[in-house]
């Protein structure tokens, strides 16, 4: 077979989304990054994360979510398969949910990131994050970042959402602990309520 | 019913859940070190094969690559990832699809991947053999020297090591028989299926001087700094584990991972800290899932539907190391005069089985509750009234339990299900969207036993309470939590609780095998008494005074045996053209004794039900059987449930009084997965008339049975 790297996969994919599940046998590690010419490293970029402005270098072949948690800081984005399966990553890129480990950093440029970080206002938590307390969402909590930020792009576009707009909406984030309908309470809950930042 | 109490029993949420909603929760990969390297393992390819050489040069050459571990020159034995057989790191020959074969750190993880394929492998390859029952048939490939039946590794057997099946006897199986009206005989097939937790195994080592820490997702630091220690020959005090917030294990993060000590050692060789992280294909191929089985029943009945005897031997397959007991378990739910179970636990080339929810019972209740199921079915018995007269009174017929809510759970769940108004013979439905009933019943062990607490109360009446837990999920540092405040009878919100450092807290026992309320939340009650004591006899601390009180009790049964029942109630649409399977009605009954957190609790019940409905319907790790190498691993491959597949999960608890434990708390967090594989078998069956023996219970089989 021949070797694939997460860039030319992903933008083959044509979409953050990463659907297709390619399943090689195990002698390669998890991708293969072709080697990058000298004049394509280190290319400098303008992110706006949770409000805020970064300028950084990045690699090309880095994703958003590795940006992210290893060069931003901001670890609230999980990582739990890095091949767009889970939906533990979900991040809003211009108000819109994202599998930040299938897309690349690069092309975030000029784009507006929001991230679980963002979304108390000080100490004020979003309605969902409290709903999500209440109805005891996270048991593990590796998944709720996504979950929240699913729910999140969710309520912006639907503030009202029915109950299979819901599941649906957040069926591309698995929890493993199977709270699934603790979240779905949470995010039923909080539907209506709470104005829409991110 | 038992009796009210303050704090204990009221829906509590978490008191770390503003850490989990905001990000700020610190999980073992989110710990960076200055300076840190990063670590990846070379795999095997192949399922069984000798290593002829290995050549690291032109990896060792690679841009930012400091160390290259392979079997020529680590030589440590990983002792938790095989109670029998030395497993090295590093294993020549490999004998499975991912056994490590080399790891490597760099200074970041690309260049990490990138130098993983520079080192060349020389393999010459070997027979492999995937199916537990091939394995044991005379000239089958020895996976290890002595042949494939995996010896006995129950530390509490007289004869460690002896190489014959698990066996259990009581009465006389051929008398049982002959008394019997009928006899029934079947064999049912469970699969192998990943606990897949969110959170990828992850270990981040940082050697300071002699000391070692280890920053590592696992359900028990003490096992898992007791393991780490033996293992590099470290004294205790020179090894600190941290785990501040794990992302799940279901059984699979209980012992020390090879990946805690690769990291450690490869930081020990470049004096760096070192993170090695396992994606996810790795996690679910290298660390560890279910055991797959095979089940063969006999089982006489008399005509009104009691049991006579009960005969099953079982085949379990183990991966090609031994981690965990492989048991089939289930036949001792029921009462019978004359019952015998050999389980043959047996080395294969697939990937390692071992502990995920309720070890031995979700794959032995679907085979016992199958067969039982259809005697009922067979007698033309309704399956409450031959669960009814049939299950449990006393622990194998001979021991009294502590307590048992199961009659009743099977009463009030029958009647809250409303079974009877449900109930239609099996297949009698018309039409190709057809409905149906089942219910399956378990338990689990709700053992008592030791490990310590140390509650610390300062001058402004805040009480810190020290232990062990690493809270998987369950809520464990809430519970301990609750049960300082009822203890103590303070407010929650002077409760704080120190946990998952091995540096700042005691012992405590793993968080599995649903032990950590019975063990350490009855630690905590124990250690309450005495700083009352102290309280009462020198008045509250005063200034910079603190009161301190520990405690480290070891209760015993006393010739008793302690469960936790579940029983569980559940209707299915089976569209019989599709071969899909919709459940359209769940309730799980349980006995926990006292609930200490019923929203925390309920919340554990739904997740274990879900789990096991993603068991019954969806999941198997599939393996070509040419090559050796598993097809699916991965979210999307094991079609593990997802938000649009679950159905609404009711949660009722029977709670009885218990004399043991926290305030007569027993175990919940194991039990939920344990009846649900059975219960939807049999629904499956009472909608379509066919029975599916092995599972998972997939359109294919669906339509195969009825058409």
């Given at each position: 077979?021949?070797?694939?790297s997460?860039?030319?996969f992903?933008e083959?994919?044509?979409?953050g989304?990463?659907?297709a599940?390619?399943?090689p046998?195990l ?6 990054s ?11 970029i ?6 805020k402005?970064?300028r950084?270098?990045?690699?090309d072949h880095?994703?958003l ?8 800081g901001?670890?609230?984005t999980?990582v739990?398969?890095?091949?767009g ?5 979900t991040?809003?890129?211009d ?6 480990c299938s897309y690349?950093?690069?092309w975030a ?10 979304l ?12 999500f307390?209440?109805?005891?969402g996270p048991?593990?909590g590796?998944?709720t970042?996504?979950?929240l930020?699913?729910?999140?792009a969710l ?7 029915t109950?299979?707009?819901a599941?649906?909406?957040l069926?591309g984030?698995i ?7 603790r ?11 709470g104005?829409?930042r991110? | 019913m038992v009796e009210e109490l303050?704090?204990?029993g ?7 859940g ?12 989110d710990?960076q070190l200055p ?12 399922p ?35 109670r029998?057989n030395?497993?090295y790191l590093?294993n ?7 056994d490590?074969v ?5 200074t970041?993880r690309?260049?990490?991947?990138e130098a993983l ?16 029952e091939?394995?044991?048939q005379?000239?089958?490939?020895e996976?290890?020297?002595?042949g ?14 002896k190489?014959e ?12 028989f ?8 079947d ?12 959170e990828p195994?992850?270990a981040?080592?940082?050697w300071e ?5 280890v920053?590592?997702p ?17 004294a205790?005090?020179k090894?600190?584990?941290v ?8 059984g699979n ?24 992280e ?6 679910f191929v ?8 095979s ?6 009945v ?5 049991l006579?005897?009960i005969q ?5 397959g ?9 048991g ?6 029921f009462?019978?005069p004359n019952v ?9 080339n697939?990937?390692v089985s071992?502990?995920f ?11 016992i ?6 005697i ?10 031959f669960?009814l ?5 006393k622990f194998?017929?001979?021991?009294p339990?502590t307590?048992s809510?199961l ?5 009030q ?19 190709p ?5 089942g219910?399956a ?10 490990s310590s607490?140390?509650?610390?109360l ?5 009480l810190?309470?020290?232990v ?12 301990m939590?609750?049960i300082a405040a009822e203890a103590?009878g ?12 091995t ?8 968080e599995?095998?649903?032990r950590?309320?019975?063990?350490t939340?009855?630690a905590?009650?124990?250690a309450a008494?005495?700083?009352k004591q102290?309280?009462a006899?020198?008045?509250p ?5 603190v009161?301190?009180?520990e405690?480290?009790?070891s209760p ?5 045996v302690?469960?936790?029942?579940a029983?569980?109630f559940v209707?299915?649409?089976v569209?019989t ?6 459940v ?7 006995d926990?004794g006292?609930?200490i ?7 554990q019940?739904?997740g274990?039900v ?5 068991m ?7 393996y ?17 449930m997802?938000?649009?597949d679950?159905?609404n999960?009711e949660?009722?608890f ?5 004399a043991y ?21 049999n629904a499956v069956?009472n909608?379509?008339g066919k029975r599916i023996?092995?599972?998972?219970i ?5 339509i195969g049975?009825?058409?």
């Amino acid at each position: 077979m021949k070797p694939i790297s997460r860039r030319s996969f992903l933008e083959r994919s044509g979409t953050g989304m990463a659907a297709a599940a390619a399943i090689p046998a195990l002698e390669a590690p998890t991708f293969q990054s072709r080697p990058l010419p000298a004049e394509e490293r280190g290319r400098e970029i303008h992110l706006k994360v949770n409000g805020k402005d970064h300028r950084l270098e990045v690699e090309d072949h880095w994703t958003l979510a590795e940006v992210l948690r290893d060069h931003l800081g901001l670890t609230g984005t999980r990582v739990g398969c890095d091949r767009g399966e889970c939906g533990a990553c979900t991040v809003l890129l211009d108000g819109k949910s994202l599998y930040s480990c299938s897309y690349l950093a690069v092309w975030a440029e000029g784009k507006e990131i929001f991230t679980v970080e963002g979304l108390a206002e000080g100490t004020q938590l979003d309605p969902l994050q409290e709903a999500f307390i209440e109805h005891d969402g996270p048991q593990c909590g590796f998944c709720t970042s996504g979950q929240l930020m699913s729910a999140k792009a969710l309520l912006n576009s639907n503030p009202n959402p029915t109950e299979a707009e819901a599941r649906q909406a957040l069926a591309g984030n698995i929890c493993r602990c199977s709270n699934f309908n603790r979240y779905l309470e949470a995010v039923l809950a909080t539907s209506g309520k709470g104005g829409s930042r991110g | 019913m038992v009796e009210e109490l303050k704090t204990v029993g009221h829906s509590t949420p978490r008191i770390d859940g503003l850490q989990r909603v905001t990000g700020r929760a610190t999980y073992s990969a989110d710990v960076q070190l200055p300076n840190m390297l990063y670590a990846r393992v070379l795999r095997s390819p192949h399922p069984h094969a000798r290593i002829l050489g290995i050549d690291v040069a032109r990896a060792l050459a690679a841009p930012g690559v400091k160390a290259i571990l392979t079997h020529e020159n680590c030589r440590l034995v990983w002792s938790s990832g095989d109670r029998v057989n030395k497993r090295y790191l590093f294993n020549n020959p490999v004998r499975f699809v991912g056994d490590a074969v080399a790891a490597l750190a760099a200074t970041n993880r690309h260049l990490a991947e990138e130098a993983l394929k520079l080192i060349q492998v020389e393999y010459e390859t070997l027979d492999f053999v995937l199916d537990a029952e091939e394995a044991l048939q005379p000239g089958a490939v020895e996976i290890h020297p002595g042949g494939n039946l995996s010896p006995i590794i129950s530390f509490r057997s007289t004869e460690p090591g002896k190489r014959e099946p698990s066996t259990y006897v009581r009465g006389d199986l051929e008398k049982g028989f002959a008394a019997s009206d009928f006899v029934f005989e079947d064999r049912y097939v469970s699969k192998h299926v990943n606990n897949a937790q969110m959170e990828p195994r992850v270990a981040l080592a940082h050697w300071e001087g002699d000391k070692l820490t280890v920053w590592t997702p696992t359900q028990g630091i003490a096992n898992c700094h007791r393991d780490i220690a033996r293992d590099l020959n470290l004294a205790l005090e020179k090894v600190r584990v941290v785990c501040q917030y794990m992302g799940g294990g279901f059984g699979n993060k209980n012992q020390c991972q090879d990946t805690d000590l690769m990291a450690a050692q490869l930081a020990k060789e470049t004096g760096r800290p070192v993170k090695l992280e396992l994606s996810r294909k790795e996690d679910f191929v290298c660390v560890h899932g279910r055991w797959p089985t095979s089940q063969n029943y006999k089982v006489g009945v008399l005509k009104d539907g009691t049991l006579q005897a009960i005969q099953m031997r079982g085949y379990s397959g183990m991966g090609p190391y031994r981690k965990s007991g492989g048991g089939i378990s289930g036949v001792e739910y029921f009462r019978c005069p004359n019952v015998k179970t050999e389980i043959y636990p047996a080395y294969t080339n697939m990937a390692v089985s071992a502990n995920f929810r309720g070890p031995p019972y979700p794959q032995g209740v679907f085979g016992i509750a199958s067969i039982l199921d259809h005697i009922a079915h067979e007698l033309k018995i309704d399956p409450v009234d031959f669960y009814l007269k049939n299950v449990t009174r006393k622990f194998r017929d001979s021991i009294p339990y502590t307590s048992s809510g199961l009659l009743e759970c099977i009463r009030q769940g029958a009647k809250l299900f409303e079974w009877k108004k449900r109930w239609h013979p099996a297949g009698s439905q018309q039409g190709p969207i057809k409905t149906g009933i089942g219910l399956a019943a378990g338990g689990f062990g709700a053992s008592v036993g030791r490990s310590s607490a140390v509650l610390r109360l300062d001058s402004e009446g805040r009480l810190w309470l020290h232990v062990g837990v690493t809270d998987i999920g369950t809520g464990a540092k809430t519970t301990m939590a609750l049960i300082a405040a009822e203890a103590m009878g303070i407010d929650m919100d002077k409760v704080r609780v120190i946990s998952g450092d091995t540096d700042r807290t005691p012992y405590s026992v793993g968080e599995s095998g649903s032990r950590t309320t019975s063990y350490t939340g009855y630690a905590i009650v124990e250690a309450a008494k005495d700083l009352k004591q102290q309280l009462a006899a020198s008045g509250p601390p005063q200034g910079d005074e603190v009161l301190i009180a520990e405690a480290t009790p070891s209760p015993r049964l006393e010739g008793k045996v302690r469960y936790s029942f579940a029983v569980h109630f559940v209707e299915v649409e089976v569209d019989t053209e599709l071969g899909g399977v919709r459940v359209l009605k769940y309730l799980a009954v349980h006995d926990s004794g006292r609930i200490i957190n019923p929203l925390t609790a309920t919340s554990q019940v739904q997740g274990g039900v879900i789990q096991g409905l993603g068991m019954a319907l969806h999941e198997e790790l599939l393996y070509d059987e040419n090559t050796g190498i598993p097809l699916n691993p991965g979210y999307y491959g094991a079609r593990v449930m997802t938000h649009v597949d679950v159905p609404n999960v009711e949660v009722h608890f029977v709670e009885t009084e218990d004399a043991y434990g926290p305030f007569g708390a027993k175990a919940v967090g194991e039990p939920p997965i344990v009846p649900v594989v059975g219960a939807v078998a049999n629904a499956v069956f009472n909608a379509i008339g066919k029975r599916i023996k092995e599972l998972p219970i997939t359109r294919d089989k669906i339509i195969g049975a009825v058409s």
